[in-house]
């Protein structure tokens, strides 16, 4: 997991500043600037589960939605078990891995970082 | 030894039907017939099933076109073997057929994963009976009684069939190392499908012959040689794992035992001089240490002597070793030998 400065909050999913930047310059670059940021989780990877993050145009009616930096972030339900009190960050520069879940129920992650188990 | 019902392979045939030279025969040089509905049956609905199974399992899922099946292997996190799988496309839905008592636990894992997906999971095994013709003739027998169409699917491929007014899915596998055929039909049918088989000159087979036959070929089986305490790799299966598909649980570890060659013992062919045969999970020796254990063994009426299929180290995995097994009341010289012992006798044409 990588280090943040970000506080998490345990039951919810924060977005740290820098990551709701590119999520809106990525929604703009797509021609979505109204778009909508989608998390979850699916089963697959290395380690059992992988993120999931999606641009959408509208969140589903069971989505648990989380509004902060002005980005509004909506949760699939079945998934929120295993992201609740995890931070997204952004990880920029050459060498960055782009987007970041630091999740504090991952107790495995893969080499690549977008693998976890519980 | 005659046919009895077993816990291991699916098969349920009742004892005493035919004696087991019959069953060997049949299923060596004719058609034999065996009930394996122990074997899970699921269905799969929903338009992410198949990347799903893709992103849980070994092989190359993606590829299949309706009525195209193939098997692959489910893994846990730390590259172990969960269980062998069959995965049969269809056209708005997956078939899986699992290891023997399997269906639930198989069920169960893929429920646990199924997360953001829209998969639904359904146990088709109250529903359904699967009998499995196998042997030289079964293509012939099956070719007489639903015509030529199921009987000449290539291997891993589905067609539908009527068999005596009863219609069911063929499946064409590799039974085992024999050339076969796996028949789903309603489970209220399976009496008139068993005896349709049967009228048309089919062997009804047991487990105790069946398991010699899978030993005789070195196939090993769900539940015997494949389980968590093994890899996919020590279990020679790497024919079924694709290295370039991307991510599936266990991948990385199972990639990296392949790449710098850390896989630590193999599924071996063992043989020694008598019919004697050791207890479950007999130890293999060598200078006084343990270096194997064999999981599964048999008399074998064509090479006259004790079998087995078991896991040695791999420095003395090697085709000509002499080890000790230890028996119930002493020991025995055991050689380790290429699989399979015997080869799969040709399909009658």
């Known amino acids: 997991m990588t280090q943040t400065s970000v506080k998490p909050k345990p039951l919810t999913i924060t977005i740290s500043k820098q990551a709701a930047e590119h999520v809106e310059e990525f929604a703009r670059q797509a021609g979505k600037p109204e778009g909508y940021l989608r998390v979850g989780v699916k089963g697959g990877g290395c380690s059992g589960l992988t993120y999931v993050l999606d641009l959408v145009d509208q969140f589903k009616e069971d989505d648990k939605v989380i509004e902060e930096h002005g980005l509004k972030l909506g949760v699939d339900r079945k998934s929120y078990v295993f992201l609740a009190g995890t931070i997204l960050e952004f990880s920029g520069g050459l060498n960055g891995k782009g987007f970041v879940f630091n999740n504090p129920n991952a107790k495995t992650t893969c080499g690549c970082g977008t693998s976890f188990g519980v | ?349």
């Open chain 2, 1 to 349: 030894m005659c046919a009895t019902l077993s816990k291991t392979q699916g098969i349920s045939t009742p004892a005493g039907q035919t004696s087991f030279e019959q069953e060997y025969q049949a299923l060596a040089g004719g058609a034999a017939l065996a009930d394996r509905s122990r074997m899970g049956r699921l269905r799969l609905t929903g338009d992410e099933a198949l990347d799903l199974l893709n992103r849980l399992s070994t092989n190359e899922l993606m590829d299949l076109v309706a009525g195209q099946g193939a098997v692959t292997i489910l893994t846990s996190n730390k590259g172990r073997i969960v269980d062998l799988l069959f995965v049969l496309r269809e056209q708005d839905s997956l078939l899986v057929l699992t290891g023997p008592g399997n269906g639930k636990k198989v069920a169960d894992w893929i429920d646990f994963y199924t997360i953001i997906e829209d998969v639904v999971v359904e146990d088709l095994a109250e529903k359904t009976t699967m009998l499995s013709l196998a042997g030289p003739a079964a293509a012939g027998l099956l070719g007489k009684v639903a015509g030529a169409g199921p009987a000449s699917v290539e291997t891993w491929e589905s067609a539908p069939a009527t068999i005596g007014g009863v219609d069911a899915t063929v499946i064409r596998n590799d039974f085992d190392g024999l050339d076969g055929f796996d028949l789903l039909a309603p489970a209220p049918d399976r009496q008139r499908l068993w005896e349709t088989l049967i009228e048309s000159g089919a062997t009804a087979v047991g487990a105790d012959a069946l398991e010699v036959v899978r030993v005789e070929r070195g196939m090993p089986a769900s539940g015997r040689e494949l389980d968590e305490a093994y890899n996919p790799l020590e279990a020679g299966l790497k024919g079924i794992i694709s290295f370039t598909k991307g991510c599936y649980i266990g991948q990385e570890v199972v990639a990296r035992l392949d790449a710098y060659k850390k896989v630590s013992k193999h599924l071996s062919g063992l043989k020694w001089d008598s019919n004697t045969l050791p207890p479950e999970n007999a130890r293999l020796m060598l200078g006084g240490a343990q270096v194997g254990v064999v999981i599964t063994a048999v008399r074998s009426p064509l090479m006259n002597r004790g079998i087995g299929l078991g896991y040695v180290k791999k420095v003395s995995a090697v085709p000509g070793t002499s080890l000790i097994l230890e028996l119930d009341d002493g020991q025995a010289e055991a050689e380790v030998v290429d699989l399979p012992f015997v080869p799969s006798p040709e399909t009658e044409s």
